[in-house]
Nanobody
């Protein structure tokens, strides 16, 4: 069964950090570019970051550049999103997905999706 599972979300205070994980089962993650999206209540889903497949190039939206780091551990079949200096506006459900390609931070042709993990940043 092909599946992506996100984990690592939670409730943190502004300025703190979280690391999200996107674990794949049923297929090999390193064959795909992987994107992270987020969706806050009442807002459209937005792309946050994308990591290439072969060269592992990384890309970030302006809203997270310098604070978030995307990486992949092919041995663990997992992609991570390290989120530092979190702000209340980062509050959202975060999803990972396989991509046809990264166009900068935008994940084109998303295919397999995880169920999402909630990140809440509040004092």
């Amino acid at each position: 069964q092909v599946q992506l599972v996100e984990s690592g979300g939670g409730l943190v205070q502004p300025g703190e950090s979280l690391r999200l994980s996107c674990a794949a089962s049923g297929f090999t993650l390193d064959k795909y570019p992987i994107g992270w999206f987020r969706q806050a209540p009442g807002k459209e889903r937005e792309g946050v970051s994308c990591i290439g497949d072969y060269d592992g190039s990384t890309y970030y939206s302006d809203s997270v550049k310098g604070r978030f780091i995307i990486s992949r551990d092919n041995a663990k079949n997992t992609v991570y999103l390290q989120m530092n200096s979190l702000k209340p506006e980062d509050t959202a459900v975060y999803h990972c997905t396989t991509c046809g390609m990264c166009s900068g931070y935008r994940c084109l042709d998303p295919d397999y999706w995880g169920q999402g993990t909630q990140v809440t940043v509040s004092s």
